[in-house]
């Protein structure tokens, strides 16, 4: 922590601006164009790389997740990355921790929130914690991660933090399939498979926005979704600037976002129309 201070405060003193790419490591062009991203809107770059304990629930995948540290190191110096900052679990969480932030409003609209009911807090509580640590001038987040981005752009401006919160395009492979630390976990059969959620996706929102009903269109993704192997979790249209139920294509920007599960592995996305 001496360390990052010295580093942001000589920044600082220097006048230049700071971009913060918060990151849980193992990473994936989706990554890589959240710090292109952040170049582009800072000339000092901070990746912060750490697997938050604190937003996973004991059945989830904290221990297995993807650490892959060397190989992102390396990723991030060719891209000419300014500092990687990569606490380690003690220093974020010392004994005696006691605040949580716990946000409401989008993280209380019934998505991800409704399977995993502690993320958020985990969430908003770690950002918080990134944000004031490497007081960054912007911060960028993916929208693959659609509610996260709205939970931490609502925190930034709830805690009166100096950070703008930059939204960046979901990165894809060619199938469609939107790039996750996760998809390692896909065995070559689910991998195959796993294409569908964008397809389903981009085919509601193609119907829904050439004037069908949003309910039949949902019911029927759902029913694809399934078809192609996934459990689904939800597929819903929701108002992109509120994350409120939708149903009628006059009521505002619909995002449509979908979460499913194929094998033992969780699968989000989502599309705007
Ligand atoms: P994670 O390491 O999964 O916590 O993700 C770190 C950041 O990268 C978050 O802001 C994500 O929304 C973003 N991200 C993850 N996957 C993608 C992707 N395929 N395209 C763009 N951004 C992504």
Request: charged share 20%.
């Amino acid at each position: 922590m001496p360390t990052l201070r010295k580093a942001v405060a000589r920044w600082r003193a220097q006048g230049e601006r700071i971009g913060l790419v918060p990151t849980m490591g193992a990473l994936h062009r989706g990554h890589l164009t959240l710090v292109h991203l952040a170049q582009r809107r800072a000339n000092r770059v901070i990746v912060s790389i750490f697997v938050n304990p604190a937003q996973f629930a004991p059945h989830e995948d904290f221990k297995t997740y993807p650490r892959t540290f060397a190989a992102d190191v390396r990723a991030l110096a060719g891209l000419g990355a300014d500092l990687v900052w990569a606490p380690n679990a003690e220093s974020m969480y010392p004994g005696g921790f006691a605040t949580q932030v716990v946000p409401e409003g989008p993280a209380k609209v019934g998505l991800e929130d409704a399977s995993r009911p502690h993320f958020f807090a985990g969430v908003a509580t770690v950002v918080a914690k990134l944000l004031i640590q490497c007081a960054p001038d912007v911060a960028v987040f993916g929208e693959k991660d659609f509610q996260q981005l709205k939970v931490v752009t609502q925190l930034a401006r709830d805690l009166d933090l100096p950070t703008r919160i930059v939204p960046a395009p979901t990165v894809r492979e060619a199938d469609g399939l939107a790039l996750s630390s996760r998809n390692r976990y896909l065995s070559p059969a689910e991998r195959e498979a796993a294409p569908a959620l964008h397809r389903v996706l981009a085919n509601c929102a193609r119907e829904i926005a050439a004037g069908a009903s949003i309910h039949s269109v949902l019911r029927k993704g759902g029913q694809a979704v399934e078809s192609a192997g996934f459990i689904l979790d939800y597929l819903e249209a929701r108002h992109a600037e509120t994350l409120a139920p939708i149903t009628s294509i006059a009521e505002g920007p619909i995002r449509l976002l979908v979460a499913a599960k194929i094998g033992k592995t969780r699968l989000i996305d989502n599309v705007g129309i």
